[in-house]
């Protein structure tokens, strides 16, 4: 009886340990580290911002340990399918582009694409879009896309300047070295609002793009815990907090 007691107290052990260590996988998170509200790397050197936020509750509630690792985003997809890292939740946008090579968690934010230019600036969207003017924008964006495409399709004759950042275009654009800049709608209030940078936004030239977290096609299982994980975060009120927290119209 004490042996067979024995037996059943070792076997338990061992479930026990390797039920522990099938929930301690350990993932890495690739971010942009200048894309402001969303990923960032903040003054200390730590990666910061909603979606890393959002991650570091996932993964807590999930049982999953996570790391953020700053990456070139004009290169973030292929370093993704070479496996140097394991997702990307860092405010990327769902393009049919994008799809076709890895999968996209559901989505859980919606942006908007809006031109901005300097505060005393009164400029319209369509000087912009037809009057022969410099427009920056980050590259490798779908936001960059579009205006390539977009400016050969209409006929539009602005001429493209691209960077590694939404703020580094901004300070061109402060420095006049570009007439406007073409971005998302909230690192563009980021930077209005908490940089205080005298810029505006004066009007949107794209439709809206849903965010997703991207990730290799055969990992199905962390589609699984990643979809998931943004719905019990969702559910929960520390949503509302990070949305308060980081995002400038609180929505």
């Known amino acids: 009886m004490r042996n067979r007691l024995k037996k059943l107290i070792f076997a338990c052990s061992i479930l026990a340990l390797s039920v522990t260590g099938a929930s301690a996988a350990s993932y890495i998170n690739g971010i942009d580290a200048n894309y402001p509200p969303f990923a960032y790397v903040d003054k200390s050197g730590n990666a910061a911002g909603f979606d890393v936020d959002a991650m570091n509750w996932i993964a807590k509630a999930m049982g999953f340990t996570i790391s953020h690792k700053p990456m070139d985003w004009n290169g973030i997809i292929p370093d993704l399918l070479a496996k140097k890292i394991d997702m990307v939740c860092s405010g990327m946008s769902i393009s049919p582009e994008r799809a076709a090579r890895v999968t996209f968690s559901e989505p859980y934010f919606t942006i908007r694409k809006v031109l901005v230019v300097s505060e005393k600036s009164a400029l319209t969207p369509d000087d912009i879009l ?122």
């Open 130 to 251: 037809k009057g022969k003017k410099r427009l920056g924008v980050q590259r490798g964006t779908n936001e960059a896309e579009w205006l390539a495409q977009h400016r050969d399709e209409n006929g539009w004759n602005y001429t493209l300047g691209y960077y590694d950042s939404a703020p580094m275009a901004v300070e061109d654009l402060l420095n006049g070295r570009i007439d406007a800049a073409g971005m998302d709608s909230a690192p563009a209030e980021d930077i209005m609002n908490r940089a205080k940078k005298p810029i505006k936004i004066i009007g949107e030239f794209a439709p809206a793009d849903d965010f997703g977290v991207a990730m290799r096609n055969e990992d199905t299982e962390l589609h699984a815990i990643i979809n998931e994980g943004f719905k019990k975060l969702k559910a929960d009120p520390y949503w509302e907090e990070l949305q308060k927290k980081y995002l400038s119209d609180g929505k």
